[in-house]
């Protein structure tokens, strides 16, 4: 837009600088800074008086709760807990503490902002504004003077050094780059699999109870209930137990072989009993509220709604696809077990999931 | 020689040319203006000026909290350990007694209940920073509609803007050290955003996570960022801010004696430092009370974190409670790329327009001054009203942010107004899109029409409450006239053309077509200033006329 757009913006207001000389053919003209308004302190001695004296209690009750504050600290246990109302039952050191404290400095600031306001001169003086931009000589001369460096320097010139130090500039911040190659391992497949992935038909994993951590018969798992599980072998004392578990966690829900919209997933179960990844879907929460009567699982964190008697298919939410299901079966003994890993990554997706 | 034998004997050639100072004071400071130059830098700025108004005082409870988040946070750092070694808890919170937890975790408990006053401190730091974004945000907002942000303070503008976005992600980093239950389920929704981050997303997770989710190095990287990186850069913007801030003079409001030439005030010595000190201990010491009372983050109560493991009502910290809504209101869109390759929509398009909403209103004040090419200083603030493009944006990207922060908590809602979420969710979709144009329509309707009554106001005065008889028996209330410094600051306002298209044929008479662009911004500023987008002022004869007929309307 090269057209001039100035003639559209309005003059600046007219203002009349003198504040005698108020234009009688302009009602809006500025008519200047009003008079000085006395305070009460301005003129009244003893109420002068009244405000220093007000100033002064505020900085003397400051120091008091100084006081105060060090007297709790070293008077009240840390664990001394008392009932103040409408608080209930709080941290007596805590409460003591940031009372005094507070009023300590809220004390100051009072004082300070009432000795400005009734004691200190309130004249409003104004101060002239300047231009920020300067004006064209000074302007010209650093042009000038920038021009005359940049010729002395030659980088215009000699396109030889010009060239090789943008170059080098340019590659010198690879150096960093590079090293900042150590800060993490590559995915690799590190996302496809889950612990689960050690299990084989030859060497199955059994499931085991995440609260008592004793593996799972069916008969222990009645019909609506919901159970935690992890692989057997994962201690909570294991280095890695939490790097695991954020992709091993199972949530074992029952439902009537009949109630099981979804063939694939009935088989994938034993009898009713079906083994989902706990890890939503959408961006990783463990879901954890589960309705027995309709089957469906939310996720408390976006509320990813799942039908678990539907192959874990996302009724509701943000999530992008079901729940993986983990094929199980038992062992001669009766235990519940898993002889592989779950057919596709848990968790969130991510770009490299196959789909 | 400087040593002082050697004075003597050059006495006869005196070091400076100064007069003896009167005391021990002057000659204090003396020496220091001989190394750092004081007399020339208090000579600007020791009686500056600076205006009054309540809304000014927003910047620096921003500063004021700032400064407590930082010597409440070393405080903090000297008990913190920043680790994801395991422990086994024996202290005396008797409750986790025997749970393992990460040192970060048992550190914070420690703090809460080992160290005296710890507790105290760790409210203090995040009821400080919260009161550092709020105070942010109705700063920005305060900045925004009276049009602060124009020349010459665009750039101010956009360091202010940093440093509320720093501001966010600090708080984030901050309130997931101590690696509870609620903070490490933070954690974990962002990896789970990065893995959507299409073609680079598992990179990023590795290098950030130092391998998979959670391993042990996030909390220690986490807390280099959040003690030093971010409040580095934070600390440099915040004084560049400032000195902006000195450097542009504040602005102010229209006012008798008060124009675009000058600034009008009280000193800063002694009125404004008395009363910007002592404001700062007036926040300090409300903040200092607050967490006395009002217990927050009780990581306690959570429990350390585990994967497997998550409370109900999540929430962020209220300041990412809009991203939260983004994230919870997207439809759970999951698309196939590339032969096999998958890209998580429903996570990824909320992860874009977070930062789009906040550029949204950080553009502005570039957008409206290509509108108007308006090219000038401006020290006069707008009343909201008298720019009422601007303040129905402003309000619309409020809404938004409202409904965003809705849908954050979607479920509080529904528990506490005992409604369906789903509803709440699909009400949220639909006003995403719905909301900031009604909001839009509304605050521009209601701006003008603010300005149709000060143009009342200034042509028959204000109502006195004093009706009067006509002889001829009709009654009238009598308005009494407004003084003139009213007059003034009601009419102080200006008031653009609409930019028009430029000639079809130039002065050679060759035809010259606008662009698209010239179109689009003439229609722009159409909608700016044109026809009913603004009340014109009153008229000298507009005002002469029904002022010399008493009694008329």
């Not at chain 1, 004006?135 to 215009?156: H, P």
């Not at chain 1, 590190?190 to 038909?201: D, I, Q, V």
């Not at chain 2, 920073?129 to 942000?149: D, S």
């Amino acid at each position: 837009m090269s057209h001039d757009m100035s003639e559209n913006l309005p003059e600046a207001h007219v203002a009349s600088h003198g504040t005698d000389v108020v234009s009688h053919d302009d009602p809006f003209a500025d008519p200047g800074l009003p008079a000085h308004e006395p305070r009460r302190t301005d003129i009244d001695e003893r109420a002068a008086k009244r405000a220093e004296r007000q100033v002064s209690l505020m900085f003397v009750v400051s120091m008091l709760a100084t006081v105060g504050f060090i007297a709790s600290y070293a008077a009240i246990d840390a664990d001394k807990i008392v009932y103040i109302f409408p608080l209930g039952h709080v941290s007596a050191l805590n409460f003591a503490l940031g009372m005094t404290l507070g009023v300590a400095l809220f004390c100051i600031g009072a004082g300070a902002v009432h000795w400005a306001r009734t004691l200190m001169s309130d004249h409003e003086l104004p101060a002239e504004r300047h231009p920020i931009e300067a004006d064209d000589d000074v302007r010209n001369d650093v042009i000038e003077q920038f021009k005359t460096g940049a010729a002395e320097s030659g980088f215009g010139r000699r396109k030889m050094i010009r060239n090789t130090l943008i170059g080098s500039m340019a590659l010198v911040p690879l150096s960093g780059v590079v090293l900042l190659r150590d800060l993490g391992p590559l995915p690799e497949k590190k996302l496809l699999h889950t612990g689960w992935n050690e299990a084989e038909p030859s060497k199955p994993i059994k499931l085991v109870n995440m609260n008592t951590n004793e593996p799972m018969k069916p008969e222990d798992i009645v019909q609506g209930s919901l159970t935690f599980a992890k692989p057997e072998g994962l201690e909570e004392s294991a280095e890695d137990f939490q790097q695991q578990i954020a992709k091993d966690a199972l949530m074992i829900v029952r439902i009537a072989p009949g109630d099981i919209k979804d063939a694939e997933s009935r088989d994938k179960g034993f009898e009713g009993i079906l083994a989902y990844s706990k890890i939503c879907t959408h961006v990783g929460c463990p879901i954890s509220l589960y309705e027995q009567q309709t089957h469906h699982a939310l996720c408390p964190c976006h509320q990813s709604t799942f039908d678990l008697a539907d192959g874990a298919r996302v009724i509701f939410g943000p999530a992008g696809h079901p729940l993986p299901q983990l094929k199980i079966t038992t062992d001669e003994q009766g235990f519940l077990i898993a002889t592989g890993d779950f057919d596709e990554p848990v968790g969130p997706s991510y770009w490299e999931r196959p789909r | 020689m400087s040593s002082a034998s050697g004075t003597k004997s050059s006495a006869s050639k005196p070091a400076s040319t100064r007069a003896k100072p009167a005391n021990k004071a002057e000659a204090t400071a003396d020496w220091v203006d001989g190394r750092l130059g004081i007399y020339s830098l208090a000579k600007a700025n020791l009686r500056k000026i600076f205006p009054d108004h309540w809304s000014f005082m927003l910047g620096e409870i921003c500063l004021y909290s700032f400064i407590i988040i930082i010597l409440t946070g070393v405080y903090l750092t000297l008990f913190f350990k920043p680790s994801m070694a395991e422990t086994v808890y024996h202290g005396s919170y008797l409750p986790l007694n025997g749970i393992r937890m990460s040192e970060a975790y048992a550190s914070t408990v420690n703090i809460s209940f080992e160290v005296r006053g710890g507790l105290l401190i760790r409210q203090i730091h995040h009821w400080a920073a919260l009161v550092f974004v709020a105070a942010m945000f109705v700063h920005m907002m305060r900045v925004f509609f009276t049009g602060a942000f124009r020349k010459p303070r665009e750039i101010n503008w956009l360091f202010g803007f940093l440093l509320l976005c720093l501001g966010f992600f600090d708080g984030f980093f901050g309130y997931s050290l101590p690696d509870d239950l609620l903070s490490g389920t933070g954690i974990r929704f962002m990896e789970g955003a990065i893995l959507a981050v299409p073609i680079v997303g598992t990179y990023i997770q590795m290098f950030l996570f130092g391998g998979e989710f959670p391993g042990t190095d996030i909390i220690p990287r986490f807390f280099t960022i959040h003690v030093l990186l971010i409040p580095g850069i934070m600390l440099g913007l915040l004084v560049a801010h400032l000195i902006l801030v000195f450097y542009h003079k504040h602005t102010q409001w229209a006012g008798p004696g008060k124009t675009e030439k000058n600034v009008v005030g009280m000193p800063l010595m002694p009125v404004y430092m008395a009363k910007a000190g002592g404001f700062f201990f007036l926040v300090f010491g409300i903040i200092a009370v607050m967490s006395a009372v009002a217990t927050i983050n009780p990581v306690w109560a959570y429990g350390p974190y585990r994967p497997d493991q998550v409370s109900t009502d999540a929430q962020p910290d209220w300041y990412m409670g809009f991203a939260e809504g983004l994230i919870r209101f997207m439809p759970g869109w999951e698309i196939s790329v590339w032969g096999g390759h998958t890209l998580n929509l429903g996570v990824f398009i909320p992860l874009m327009i977070f930062p789009l909403v906040l550029v949204a209103i950080a553009v502005w004040p570039f957008i409206e001054s290509w509108v108007t090419g308006d090219k000038r200083e401006h020290h006069i603030l707008d009343r909201p009203r008298n720019a009422p493009v601007r303040t129905a944006f402003g309000a619309a990207w409020i809404a938004l942010y409202l409904v965003l922060l809705v849908g954050g908590g979607n479920d509080l809602v529904a528990t506490h107004l005992h409604m369906s979420i789903n509803t709440i969710t699909y009400a949220v979709r639909v006003g995403f899109f719905v909301v900031p144009v009604l909001t839009f329509i509304v605050t521009k309707r209601w701006c003008l029409g603010l300005q149709r009554r000060d143009k009342d106001k200034v042509l028959h005065g204000r109502e006195s409450g004093i009706i009067k008889r006509l002889p001829h028996g009709e009654f009238v209330e009598v308005h009494t006239p407004l003084p003139q410094k009213d007059l003034h600051t009601l009419t102080a306002h200006e008031q653009p053309r609409p930019l028009e298209l430029p000639a079809e044929t130039d002065e050679n008479g060759v035809a010259r077509k606008a662009g698209a662009i010239t179109k689009a911004r003439v229609k722009l500023s159409e909608g700016f200033y044109g026809e009913g987008n603004q009340i014109a002022k009153p008229t000298t004869e507009e005002y002469h006329e029904i002022t010399s007929g008493h009694g008329h309307h």
